[in-house]
């Protein structure tokens, strides 16, 4: 947690926060998508600001890491 | 002289030895300063000249040296030579205690005989002690109606008890005095002395100086320092008040003052913060170095990306939420001052400079020391308090390099540091796997590591970054949740191997749970503990369920101090109702003055309508809201139930 | 150079702007004016931002100082040599000195406004921001979401009276 710039996991949170809402305006059998897309972000906050400044970026990492856990669990 | 007490007098210092032994030196030190152009400031520079005479003197700061002037005059003069140059002069050794001054210019301290080390690992202690105790409830009671010296009771009129307080004082002369709520109680006892014509001599010379009451920010709280008055020619120890007392005992308060060149007087009621900083001053002091009295000089100026990268805490490695079988928690021992120490970390090296950084150098020592005491404290229990002490001065010194008025500070050296310390938990997070080591969590300066060759890691570890490590084993351990499912930092429970259980961050240790809640969490805790690995504690689930029932039914009957909830005042307005705020008002209305930072209990006797009691006036609490907390204090603890328990190389998933 | 901060309101070169306005309407000046980027722009911050983290997004080049005490503030501005100034007010930077002292950075601001644009941004203003605010060519509150309203225009000398109803 820094002094002046906000932590990049309180953005992510954000972001997460955000896709999580955005799930609300899709049709029901997507929702449960961005309810896991969220979770997925978050997966990876505590360790991701090491190296990342831009929660965004962040976030994204996150998913795609957990993307390619998943697809080699079920080739 | 072993100096046990320092008073500032008109034109010098009275320095007090142990048994009432008194010195005075006369001293009227000079401040400093520096014009970056002279020429501009003649005309203020010859009324300087000749009001008070100017001595063309080298100004050495940590950074350079520089030509200056000295002159003796008050710190009025100070502040207008501010104003009269812009604020362009900057001035040094302005806010110095001058015996502190006095005593490191000479290479002496306070607690100590000449000559000796500062650091040395025992030193002589030896002092005629006393304990003196006000029954009546401090706070709330402005009438002292029985007292107690070194544990004797005495009653009697208030004439009376003073008498014989004095008397005994008189007769035992002591150096060190040991007072619950001292700085609370001691006004009243001098005025009234003084009213009642006793000669209450706890105070050497009847005077006493006044420490202030403050209520200042401290790492992200409000903290309360109450007023004091302070005597002359003893040491009077507010043991109820006193941090550095609480925590580290006499020897710690001694130790403090050893360090800092200020009478143990001080040391026992200044913060960690405060007297890292008497440290750094001392030492500066003793090697030459001029004391800044503002900070002038700002960070570099930096692309906002850079600070982005900067601006971080220490590295964490999430837990996954759940229960493991035999894990290791890996400890470095005083990681950032390390870092400080072995970095050569300073304000004029940390841009690259070469040299032996002042921040370094000064904290070397102290490390060097609190590795010892560490290591004789487990033999001997006597170095507990030293230990302490240092461990707190370290602990305190990382986060002072970022404190905004902090004399040597330097957030680009705050920065380094923590950028280090990321690194050091990375390389040893990877250190640990190549050991075949499965990282469960790390916060900072911790790693929790479970299979592989732990014994190698470490080793390996301790080797490569040059700071030792301390391991703590658990049988299990269990990693709680935040609110949004990933794993918390630092919330977690578990059995170490010597059968003890471990808690951290949960409602049992958290400052403002009453003690019912508390003891009831506790209670979950004693059943968990007969669990010998996480596969064993499901079968604990049922008793835990009845603990719970137990407690619920219990809370009619609770005793009112049980229900009493501790907080810390952050302000004493609030723009909503609140408990807090009710809680404050009350005791505003029982005449007690409440300052933010200042601890204040309270019971709730009705939620909804958010409406508290202090402590002395509750009689009734509100079921339904402490339930409520008896509700959270269990499901902060029952996830652990609910998930799958896999074999421990795996841990737990939900 | 010269920014359209809002209808009917343009800052320039030479001018010192002391502006009160809501966060969001102030972040605009980052997020709506790609041009900036031309320009040599530091941002001063004081202990902790509320606008910094969200003032850049990737592609922000902007430099950044901070002031953690008055004396520090002092130093940065007397230094800066940047086309545009943006300092972000920080009441604590103030306790110790006073109005004294917010007195003298705000000469100094306006010293460094004759070459550059410098803002002074609060989004509620105290009397350590009335203070340094004297000094400024113009004084302008940006309202939430409607019509920005100019509350005075002080082209004349720093020295002149203003009577400033916020503070």
């Known amino acids: ?75 | 002289m072993w100096i046990l007490d320092a008073a500032a007098e008109r034109g010098g210092i009275r320095f007090w030895g142990r048994g009432g032994e008194s010195k005075r030196v006369a001293y009227t030190p000079p401040f400093l300063f520096t014009l970056e152009d002279p020429h501009l400031h003649r005309d203020m520079l010859d009324g300087l000249e000749d009001r008070f005479g100017l001595a063309p003197c080298r100004v050495r700061t940590i950074f350079s040296e520089e030509e200056g002037y000295a002159i003796t005059a008050s710190r009025k003069v100070a502040g207008l030579i501010e104003e009269q140059s812009g604020y362009s002069a900057k001035i040094y050794n302005l806010d110095l205690r001058p015996e502190q001054r006095f005593l490191a210019g000479k290479g002496l301290t306070t607690c100590a005989f000449p000559g000796e080390d500062r650091f040395a690992t025992s030193f002589d202690r030896s002092l005629a002690m006393m304990e003196i105790g006000v029954a009546d409830p401090p706070y709330r009671s402005r009438v002292v109606s029985r007292m107690a010296v070194d544990g004797k009771t005495i009653t009697g009129s208030l004439p009376e008890m003073l008498q014989e307080l004095a008397t005994t004082i008189d007769d035992r002369n002591p150096d060190l005095i040991l007072f619950p709520h001292a700085d609370y109680w001691m006004p009243l006892l001098v005025s009234s002395a003084e009213e009642l014509e006793i000669l209450l001599r706890i105070s050497r010379t009847g005077r006493y100086s006044r420490l202030s009451a403050r209520s200042y920010w401290s790492y992200g709280r409000m903290v309360h320092r109450e007023g004091a008055l302070i005597p002359e020619g003893r040491c009077l120890i507010d043991s109820s008040r006193s941090f550095t007392y609480r925590e580290s005992g006499i020897a710690g308060v001694l130790l403090a003052s050893r360090m800092t060149g200020l009478a143990p007087n001080l040391t026992a009621r200044l913060t960690p913060g405060t007297l890292i900083s008497a440290y750094e001053n001392y030492e500066a002091i003793l090697r030459g170095i001029a004391v800044p009295f503002r900070k002038w000089d700002p960070e570099e100026t930096r692309p906002i990306a850079r600070l982005r990268e900067a601006d971080k805490g220490g590295m964490i490695f999430q837990p996954h939420p759940g229960v493991y079988d035999d894990v290791v928690q890996v400890d470095f021992t005083s990681m950032y001052p390390s870092i400080i120490v072995g970095q050569n970390l300073s304000p004029e090296t940390v841009a690259g400079g070469g040299g032996g950084g002042f921040l370094a150098s000064v904290l070397a020592p102290v490390l060097g020391l609190r590795l010892k005491t560490k290591t004789l404290k487990k033999e001997d229990g006597r170095y507990a308090g030293m230990d302490s002490l240092l461990k707190w001065m370290l602990v305190t010194s990382f986060g002072y390099t970022g404190y905004r008025n902090a004399k040597f500070g330097s957030i680009a050296v705050h920065e380094a540091i923590t950028r280090q310390s990321r690194e050091i938990l990375i390389a040893a997070k990877e250190c640990a796997e190549e050991c075949g080591c499965r990282v469960l969590h790390g916060i900072v300066d911790s790693l929790w590591v479970a299979g592989g060759d732990i014994p190698r890691f470490v080793r390996e570890t301790e080797a490569a970054t040059g700071i030792a490590t301390e391991s703590e084993e658990y049988r299990w351990i269990a990693f709680l949740p935040m609110a949004d499912g990933t794993g918390a930092y630092n919330r977690y429970f578990g059995r170490l191997t010597d059968g003890a259980m471990k808690i951290r961050g949960v409602a049992a240790r958290r400052g403002d749970t009453p003690p019912y809640v508390r003891s009831f969490q506790e209670g979950i805790f004693s059943l968990l503990e007969q669990a010998e690995c996480a596969a064993e504690l499901d079968d604990r689930a049922g008793d835990v369920q009845e603990l719970f029932s137990e407690a619920v039914s219990g809370l009619s009957s609770a005793a009112i101090a049980d229900l009493v909830i501790t907080r810390r005042v952050s302000r004493t307005e609030y723009r909503h109702r609140c408990i807090e705020g009710s809680a404050i008002r009350a005791y505003g209305m029982a005449g007690v003055a409440v300052e933010a930072g200042m601890e204040i209990g309270y019971v709730v006797r009705d939620g909804k309508r958010l409406i508290a009691d202090p402590p002395w006036e509750a009689t009734t609490a509100d079921p339904a809201y402490y339930r409520v907390l008896l509700e959270r204090a269990y499901e902060e603890v029952m996830p652990i139930f609910s998930w799958e328990i896999s074999p421990s190389s795996k841990g737990g998933s939900s | 150079m010269e920014i359209r901060l809002a209808p009917y309101i343009t800052l320039g070169t030479g001018t010192f702007a002391a502006i009160v306005a809501p966060e969001g309407e102030m972040l605009r000046l980052f997020t709506d004016h790609p041009e900036l980027k031309r320009y040599l722009f530091l941002y001063i911050s004081g202990n902790g931002s509320r606008l910094l983290t969200r003032a850049g997004d990737r592609s922000a080049t902007f430099d950044v100082r901070r002031a953690f005490t008055e004396h520090q503030l002092l130093t940065i501005l007397r230094e800066a040599g940047h086309t545009i100034v943006f300092i972000e007010h920080d009441p604590t930077l103030f306790e110790s000195g006073g109005r004294s002292m917010a007195a003298a950075i705000g000469k100094v601001i306006a010293e460094v406004s004759t070459g550059s644009l410098v803002i002074l941004y609060t989004p509620a203003p105290d009397r350590f921001f009335g203070e340094m605010a004297t000094y400024a060519d113009r004084i302008i509150t940006l309202a939430p979401e409607t019509a920005p309203v100019q509350k005075q225009s002080i082209r004349a000398k720093r020295a002149g009276q203003a009577t400033l109803e916020a503070f």
Not at chain 1, 24 to 51: C, I, P, S, V, W
């Open chain 1, 1 to 75: 947690m820094g002094r002046s710039i906000g932590s990049v996991r309180q953005g992510v949170n954000e972001i997460a926060r955000r896709w999580e809402r955005a799930g609300r305006a899709l049709r029901k059998e997507d929702q449960t998508y961005a309810a896991r897309l969220a979770a997925m972000a978050r997966a990876h906050t505590g360790e991701g600001f090491y190296a990342f400044d831009d929660p965004l970026e962040a976030a994204v990492f996150s998913v795609f890491i957990e993307l390619l856990k998943e697809h080699d669990v079920d080739p």
